[in-house]
C-alpha cells in the first residue's frame, strides 16, 4: 500500500491547477479564488506532511470549493497526529477521513431523498447534492483501501463514485462545484501513479518536439459540432464553454447546432467531451 508524500500532493495539484497531457479532460479551469483555495490546500496537506501546525480558518461564508478543502485538510492532518505518523507521509486512511470531513465541511443541507420527497419524483432518479456526492466518494475511496488498493486506484474509485447519479446539466444545483469535485478526485488518481508508464518511442517528432510538447502556432479556429437530446445539457455546456471562446447556439428539434471562435480549440474540444457527446466535429482556420 503506497502513501501520501509530499511529490504525491505536488503532481496531485499541479494537475488539479493546470491540467496534463496525461489527463486531457481534467481541464475545467479553475478561477482566481478556485485556484487559491487550491494553492491553500496544498500548503495545508504539505504542513501537515512536514509535522507542522495546520492552521485551519472557518471557511464560512467561502465557496464550496473551499469548505471542502479546508475539511479535507483538517482531517488529514488530525488523522496522522492520531496516528502519530512522524515520517512526513499520511497513509491513504488517512486521506479517506480528508475526504470524508470535506465532505462534511459542505454541510448536510437538503438530501436528494428530501427534494424527490417534495417534488414527487422517485428517490431512486434522485440527483445527489453535491454533499452527498463527496459522501459517496468519502465511503469508495474507504471501502477501496480496506480491499486493498493502492493511492492511484482509491482516487479512480472515488472519482467515479463522485460521478454516479447526475449529468452535467444547467439546472443541477452547484454543476460547476460537482465537475470541480469529479476534476479534483482524478488530479489526485494522476498525481498519485507519478511516473508510472514511461512512454517509449523515437527521442523527438520531426518538428524536434519531445512528448506533450506542441510545436506549432497558434491559429485562430472556427469549430462546429452538433449535439442531440436534452437542451438543458446543451445550454449548460455553452455556458462552460463561453468562458474560452465566442460561442453561438441554435436548437432545431432535438438537434443542439454549436458554432465557436477561438484562439485555442483544445480546451473547447476537451470541454465539450467531458460534457456531452459532440457528433460532425470540424475544426477549421477561421478566415
Known amino acids: 500500500m503506497d502513501v501520501l508524500d509530499p511529490g504525491t500532493v505536488q503532481r496531485w495539484f499541479e494537475v488539479a491547477l493546470d491540467g496534463t497531457d496525461q489527463a486531457p479532460h481534467l481541464r475545467i479551469r479553475p478561477t482566481a479564488d478556485e485556484r487559491a483555495a487550491l494553492e491553500s490546500a496544498r500548503y495545508g496537506l504539505l504542513a501537515a506532511l512536514d509535522g507542522q501546525e495546520v492552521i485551519v480558518a472557518d471557511p ?100 467515479q463514485a463522485s460521478r454516479q447519479g447526475w449529468l452535467p446539466t444547467e439546472d443541477l444545483p452547484e454543476l460547476r462545484l460537482h465537475l470541480l469535485l469529479a476534476q479534483l478526485l482524478g488530479a489526485l488518481a494522476v498525481g498519485a501513479a507519478g511516473t508510472a508508464g514511461h512512454r517509449t518511442g523515437p527521442d523527438s517528432t520531426s518538428c524536434g518536439g519531445f512528448p506533450g510538447d506542441n510545436c506549432g502556432v497558434p491559429f485562430p479556429a472556427e469549430v462546429t459540432f452538433t449535439l442531440h437530446g436534452d437542451p438543458a445539457a446543451a445550454e449548460a455546456l455553452r455556458v462552460e464553454l463561453s468562458g474560452v471562446a465566442e460561442v453561438q447556439l441554435w436548437v432545431e428539434g432535438s438537434r443542439q447546432l454549436f458554432h465557436l471562435h477561438t484562439e485555442d480549440p483544445g480546451p473547447v474540444v476537451e470541454q465539450a467531451y467531458l460534457m456531452a457527446t459532440p457528433f460532425d466535429l470540424r475544426i477549421t482556420l477561421r478566415d
Not at 60 to 85: H, I, N
Not at 87 to 101: K, N, S, Y
Not at 143 to 150: F, L, P, R, S
Request: hydrophobic share 50%.
Open 60 to 159: 464560512a461564508g467561502g465557496s464550496g470549493l473551499l469548505r471542502y478543502l479546508t475539511g479535507l485538510v483538517a482531517g488529514v492532518a488530525q488523522a496522522r497526529l492520531t496516528d502519530a505518523y512522524q515520517d512526513g507521509t499520511a497513509a491513504p486512511l488517512h486521506l479517506v477521513a480528508g475526504m470524508i470531513a470535506g465532505a462534511a465541511a459542505l454541510g448536510a443541507g437538503p438530501t436528494s431523498t428530501d427534494a424527490a420527497v417534495r417534488t414527487g419524483e422517485s428517490v431512486a432518479s434522485a440527483v445527489p447534492t453535491v454533499s452527498e456526492s463527496a459522501h459517496r466518494a468519502g465511503v469508495a475511496a474507504a471501502e477501496a483501501v480496506i480491499t486493498g488498493a493502492d493511492l492511484t486506484e482509491m482516487a479512480r474509485v472515488a472519482e
